[in-house]
């Protein structure tokens, strides 16, 4: 591929992120990719938590645990973005709400010695960390304001799905509130 491509920043300007629309599209996907990775890395580890790695039965299990894994390899990953990019654009703003959520997320860090289970503090303040530089490297460098824009595209269409699979998955719970050992949830 002879001729300049450029990346994410070029693909964010003509439309939402599933929609690549590049001369060279296997290195925008790439690059778009790249910049959403840490997002989408958060949102491929939810529901899960440190106890999936001591329970590994099956391939599943061994899903669960790597999922586990993937939100503590979001903070190294979104830190090396932040800090490759960090000359290039304005990012959050950490003088309101970021700041105090990351004031938040350090007291966290440092009460889970406290708790009776610090493994699991500690894991919960990390992944709350995760989420703000998520936020952050998905943001920093040029053109930040249209990628929050996909960033929050991205996620409806997460959340959309998420919903849709609840619903299509877990119907006769959502509708008729049944569970699978035939207890009967009232709402």
């Given at each position: 591929?002879?001729?300049s ?17 590049s ?20 949102w491929?580890?939810?529901d ?8 590994h039965?099956?391939?599943?299990g061994?899903?669960?645990a ?7 390899a ?9 800090f490759?990019y ?9 003088s ?9 997320s350090?007291v ?10 610090p493994?699991?503090?500690?894991y ?12 952050e490297a998905v943001?920093?460098g040029?053109d930040?304001q ?7 595209l991205?996620?409806?269409?997460i959340?959309?799905v998420?919903?849709a699979?609840i ?10 509130g049944?569970?699978?050992?035939g207890t009967?949830?009232y709402?």
């Amino acid at each position: 591929m002879g001729g300049s491509c450029n990346s994410a920043v070029h693909l964010s300007r003509h439309g939402p992120p599933c929609i690549v629309r590049s001369r060279c599209s296997v290195h925008g996907t790439v690059a778009l990719l790249g910049v959403f990775f840490p997002w989408l890395m958060l949102w491929v580890g939810s529901d899960s938590g440190p106890w999936m790695l001591s329970h590994h039965e099956g391939v599943i299990g061994y899903i669960h645990a790597a999922r586990v894994l993937l939100l503590l390899a979001v903070v190294p990953i979104s830190l090396v973005r932040i800090f490759h990019y960090r000359s290039g654009g304005p990012g959050l703003s950490w003088s309101g709400p970021c700041r105090l959520l990351l004031m938040y997320s350090i007291v966290a860090l440092a009460c889970a010695v406290f708790s009776p289970s610090p493994l699991y503090a500690f894991y919960w303040g990390v992944v709350f960390v995760a989420a703000l530089l998520a936020a952050e490297a998905v943001v920093a460098g040029p053109d930040a304001q249209e990628r929050a824009k996909n960033l929050m595209l991205l996620t409806y269409v997460i959340v959309a799905v998420n919903v849709a699979g609840i619903l299509i998955v877990g119907r006769s719970v959502v509708f008729e509130g049944e569970l699978t050992s035939g207890t009967r949830i009232y709402a």
